[in-house]
């Protein structure tokens, strides 16, 4: 099996302060359907259980998956359980990066996948697994990006507390007024791009933190990319690492961020270059 470590230089654009760490394992001879990208800081109590659903799923899948774990920096036993799993688990990879936030460790798995669709997906399973099946129909019609939901009909939520709904609700109206219009949902973690589009738009993220999900969706509905929601079973778990008040703060100080690099043009640029590092690790 294959760890991947961030061993590359950092790739300078001139499209705004956005700098890209990344290392990659031989890409495989046929690329596989589904690259399923798991960020995860410090997931040493749910990661085991996490990752044996995923394999429960995806054995019964006719289309073939990669699963890269981004360990971002943690100081737990988070790596070590995604190498133990791995030895079973032979589509498993571990990316190792430095600590830098959610955002950052996205970006890493986008750039160290080899799939044709790339589903960022959080460690708790908030979304079961199981859910990924309601994507399907929209790739298959190629819709370039599709995320998860918790508002839209048919979508359904599970022992969320009325107050953090609200909370949630209240930042949704605030991002669409601000920066991504006509999307409900734009913090749900599970999301899925074509992923020509992904590296389109991951080339030019800049937000490290929760907020990154607003800043790619500004991205996409910039370009011109079609946004999907996909109506979801979510189930809400006590044990999440969102603080309900200093990040939603800090989410807010990363909408205006986002205009704020709108405004300065980092967002124009829009093809990745070719010539990233994408070497293999030592």
Same mark, same amino acid.
């Given at each position: @099996? ?5 061993? &590359?230089? $950092? ?16 890409? $495989? ?17 749910? +990661?085991?259980?996490? +990752? ?6 995806? *054995? ?6 990669? !699963? ?7 100081? *737990? ?35 160290? &996948?080899?799939?044709?669709? +790339?589903?960022?997906?959080?460690? *708790? ?14 790739? /298959? ?7 998860? &939901?918790?508002?839209? $009909? ?20 605030? !991002? ?28 030019? /993220? ?19 990319? /079609? ?16 603080? $309900? ?5 800090? @989410? ?16 124009? /640029? ?8 994408? &070497?293999?690790?030592?």
């Amino acid at each position: @099996m294959t760890t991947l470590t961030n061993q &590359s230089q $950092p790739l300078s654009t001139d499209s705004g302060p956005t700098s890209l760490h990344a290392a990659t394992a031989e890409p $495989p001879e046929s690329p596989p359907f589904l690259s399923l990208i798991i960020p995860a800081y410090n997931e040493e109590r749910r +990661l085991t259980d996490s +990752l044996q659903q995923i394999q429960a799923y995806f *054995d019964t899948q006719s289309f073939a998956t990669e !699963v890269i774990v981004v360990d971002d920096g943690s100081s *737990d036993s988070t790596a070590t359980i995604v190498e133990a799993s791995m030895r079973d688990y032979a589509a498993l990879r571990l990316v190792r990066a430095p600590h830098g936030g959610k955002g950052h460790a996205c970006k890493q798995g986008i750039f160290a &996948s080899h799939g044709q669709w +790339l589903f960022l997906c959080d460690s *708790d399973l908030s979304m079961p697994i199981q859910e990924v099946a309601r994507f399907l129909p929209h790739l /298959q019609h190629d819709t370039p990006i599709t995320i998860a &939901s918790r508002e839209v $009909p048919g979508a359904r939520r599970y022992g969320e507390p009325a107050h953090r709904h609200l909370m949630g609700r209240v930042f949704n109206w605030l !991002v669409r007024t601000l920066a991504v219009h006509n999307i409900q949902d734009t913090q749900c973690g599970f999301k899925c791009f074509r992923a020509d589009v992904a590296r389109d738009i991951f080339h030019v /993220q800049t937000i490290n933190g929760w907020g990154f999900d607003v800043e790619i969706l500004f991205i996409a509905q910039k370009h011109g990319f /079609q946004i999907v929601e996909v109506p979801i079973n979510w189930y809400y778990r006590s044990h999440s690492k969102v603080h $309900p008040v200093r990040d939603t703060v800090n @989410m807010i100080r990363e909408v205006w961020q986002v205009r704020l690099n709108d405004w300065r043009g980092v967002y124009k /640029q829009r093809l990745c270059p070719v010539d990233i590092d994408m &070497s293999e690790p030592r």
